[in-house]
């Protein structure tokens, strides 16, 4: 295996970039807005650390025998043998690494992570969900709707769109109640989400000795520049630009 480049953030939804961790495109569908499923074919590869701007619901559609597969997600390494019954969740924004040693293919459901919320989110009102990593777990009725989703937009049938909202929607509600955490709304206007915080202070921490422009701050963390700077001054108390004056005064004494 051959460490590929990688991108910091990936639109999984893209031919182009996905083709650069060596993925081949197979088929590629457009479920509901936001919502997309993409069938790849994936040789042996090994991804450097990136993280996704969609949610992903990974679902093994063939798999060689002895495949090895090892991830890293937020610092926590798994490995485990891969076989079809295995479902991987891998929410937007939270960096991972992974590598297998054979060939496998699998189809990726990426999820827009605003649509998820809003989706999902009139399950439960006024709490914000916030889906959790997990790997190689065992869902059947994931892999169900996976595969139903799929054989339809293959050969769609009488009522096709009909069909696909109600599996989405049992999709969008089982992922809400089995694999995400929730929290009052009140409670979420802390700004950003963790992971992003943490990417933006490290790339701050990493860049003092040059200039650090508010729109490279804000590309660090996917955001629009007017959203990013409302959001950090809600997570740390201060404006961006206050932000990287006052590290800057701590590196000095």
Not at 80 to 105: C, G, K
Not at 153 to 174: M, R, V, W
Not at 203 to 210: A, E, G, H, K, M
Not at 214 to 224: F, G, I, K, P
Request: a negative charge; hydrophobic letters at 35%.
């Amino acid at each position: 295996m051959h460490p590929t480049s990688a991108y910091s953030s990936i639109d999984c939804t893209s031919e182009v970039e996905m083709h650069e961790f060596g993925a081949m495109l197979l088929q590629q569908a457009s479920l509901a807005e936001g919502i997309d499923l993409l069938h790849y074919h994936h040789p042996p590869a090994e991804l450097t650390t990136s993280f996704s701007q969609q949610h992903l619901i990974l679902i093994n559609t063939d798999v060689s025998p002895d495949t090895l597969v090892e991830q890293v997600t937020e610092g926590k390494l798994q490995s485990t043998e891969m076989n079809l019954e295995q479902v991987i969740i891998v929410p937007a924004q939270v960096e991972s690494s992974a590598r297998w040693n054979r060939s496998h293919s699998y189809l990726s459901l990426c999820i827009e992570p605003s649509v998820f919320s809003q989706r999902a989110g009139q399950l439960i009102p006024e709490r914000s969900l916030e889906l959790q990593p997990k790997f190689a777990i065992s869902d059947s009725l994931i892999r169900s709707i996976g595969l139903a989703l799929k054989a339809e937009t293959d050969s769609p049938s009488f009522g096709a769109q009909i069909y696909l909202d109600t599996l989405l929607t049992t999709l969008l509600t089982h992922l809400a109640k089995r694999y995400a955490t929730s929290q009052l709304v009140e409670r979420q206007r802390s700004g950003l989400s963790p992971q992003r915080l943490r990417r933006v202070v490290d790339y701050v921490q990493t860049s003092l000795d040059r200039n650090i422009s508010l729109e490279d701050l804000a590309a660090v963390a996917c955001l629009s520049v007017s959203h990013f700077s409302e959001q950090f001054k809600l997570a740390v108390g201060t404006s961006p630009y206050r932000y990287v004056t006052q590290q800057r005064v701590e590196k000095a004494k």
